[in-house]
């Protein structure tokens, strides 16, 4: 349950800020596999992060001292220079539980890259049809975006919906993977 303190069993939290094609990136892991991605990683951004990381996790933080990190940074980076195009990682789910849980498992595991589904499409996958607000929420409560890609996710109008790394990041995924063009300048 996210809240809980993870006591002595989830040891350590490691982390470290990655660039990518849409700036800074902190991503942290348990033992347990990748728990956490940040967008726009600036030293402000990365501390409150890291504090609620550390509140959330009831955990050590600790900047990279192992290998934990090595494929999620080595995927990210395939992933942004156009090489991957399904994430291979191992997932530690324990920032997100219940509907929100459900709801992000289903988009990881039924979305692929270059297609984007409805929020309304999304909620109906999970036997939840008049629950279209409430995807909408579980992207905004999504702990580990671009690998559990809420930018997929889009208005059933053609809109481009909301995003927490911010629309103009939204649409940049969107680009990379083919679904919108490339911005012109």
């Not at 509140?55 to 001292?65: I, M, N, Q, R, S």
Request: a neutral charge.
């Amino acid at each position: 349950m996210p809240g809980t303190p993870a006591g002595p069993e989830r040891g350590r939290v490691e982390w470290a800020v990655v660039p990518s094609a849409i700036g800074p990136l902190l991503l942290a892991a348990t033992e347990r596999g990748l728990v956490s991605v940040v967008f726009h990683a600036d030293p402000r951004v990365r501390e409150r992060a890291l504090d609620r990381l550390a509140g959330a996790l009831g955990a050590d933080l600790v900047e990279l001292p192992s290998g934990r990190l090595a494929e999620p940074i080595r995927q990210l980076a395939a992933y942004f220079d156009g090489s991957l195009r399904s994430f291979d990682v191992k997932l530690d789910w324990s920032l997100v539980t219940g509907f929100n849980r459900q709801v992000l498992r289903e988009l990881a595991t039924t979305v692929p890259f270059g297609t984007v589904v409805g929020y309304g499409d999304l909620a109906r996958r999970v036997g939840r049809p008049a629950a279209a607000q409430a995807v909408g929420a579980a992207m905004g409560a999504n702990p580990l975006p671009v690998v559990v890609p809420c930018h997929r996710v889009v208005e059933s109008d053609g809109g481009i919906g909301g995003f927490g790394g911010g629309l103009e990041t939204k649409r940049q995924l969107l680009a990379l993977e083919g679904v919108l063009p490339e911005p012109l300048f």
